[in-house]
């Protein structure tokens, strides 16, 4: 399975922009990139998600890199409320054998 | 409406003692999923079940077994449970592959074993 590669924790100031990378230079063709979040107590839920060009929605937005062998999830502004782990993760023709690694926790400092 | 609900939401017990959780979904999606997330917060994937059928049964001990009687449901019986079992454990739905609707997830069941 393609895995990726996330750093274990990221510090940022509330209403700042939040870049959060990751790597995954093993990726497919056919890998999607899939961002979650997990608050505390809660289960993972879905961000965004793309194949090759960028994706905007209302939680953030996602850059994929031109050779798809990294992407980063933007916060455009964060909030104490954004204050999660963030996973990083493929999903393609695993047939939903995705591996949620240990992901970026990210704290927001008021 | 709960998209992905389990229950129970919390569950202590004994000991070789036997418990089930159950897992619903109301999304229409034709897999389902169990996950263990163990004290270090990694979050590892156990069963899928796609339209009622077996499709990822990852090395997970015997005395965990799965059942789906439709597609909604997946519901996991464990046997004989032990100190190791205590952990969260997430049910999660998605349309088959899952690559571009990704998975919903429940709220968990923290099981703590005693």
Known sequence: DAKTTQPNSMESNEEEPVHLPCNHSTISGTDYIHWYRQ????????VIHGLTSNVNN??????????RKSSTLILHRATLRDAAVYYCILIGTNAGKSTFGDGTTLTVKP | DTA??????YLVTQMGNDKSIKCEQNLGHDTMYWYK??????????????????????????????????KAHLNLHINSLELG???????????????VGGYTFGSGTRLTVV
């Open chain 1, 39 to 46: 608050l505390p107590s809660q289960g993972p839920e879905y």
């Open chain 2, 37 to 70: 997330q163990d004290s270090k917060k990694f979050l590892k994937i156990m069963f899928s079940y796609n339209n009622k059928e077996l499709i990822i049964n990852e090395t997970v001990p015997n005395r965990f077994s799965p059942k789906s009687p439709d």
């Open chain 2, 85 to 99: 079992d205590s952990a969260v454990y997430f049910c999660a739905s998605s349309h088959f592959g899952a690559s």
């Open chain 2, 4 to 9: 992905v609900s389990q229950t129970p939401k």
């Open chain 1, 58 to 67: 209302r939680m953030a937005s996602l850059a994929i890199a031109e050779d």
